[in-house]
Nanobody, 115 residues
């Protein structure tokens, strides 16, 4: 059984930081592309960042460049999203995704940026 479990969301003031984690089980973690998506109320789910199997190639949504960093630890079956300089428009449910021939989603973690 495949499971992706996110953690690290919460309420933060504008300009603050959060670090999201996603621990995977039931897959050969190192074989999977990993990504973080987010979905704000009334909006479609969108890609925030992804990281290739090697960990050497990353891709970011334009608004995340320079503020967010995606990384992975294949030994711990964990992918991270370090988010700095958070703004109210970053408020959303953040989802972890693992993709190869099949794709798997986590249950999501809420990030709220508000003063």
């Amino acid at each position: 059984q495949v499971q992706l479990v996110e953690s690290g969301g919460g309420l933060v003031q504008p300009g603050g930081s959060l670090r999201l984690s996603c621990v995977a089980s039931g897959i050969t973690f190192s074989n999977y592309l990993l990504a973080w998506y987010r979905q704000a109320p009334g909006k479609e789910r969108e890609l925030v960042a992804d990281i290739r199997q090697s960990g050497l190639v990353t891709n970011y949504k334009d608004s995340a460049k320079g503020r967010f960093t995606i990384s992975r630890d294949n030994a711990k079956n964990t992918v991270y999203l370090q988010m700095n300089s958070l703004q109210p428009e970053d408020t959303a449910v953040y989802y972890c995704y693992a993709g190869n021939f099949n794709g798997y989603w986590g249950q999501g973690t809420q990030v709220t940026v508000s003063s």
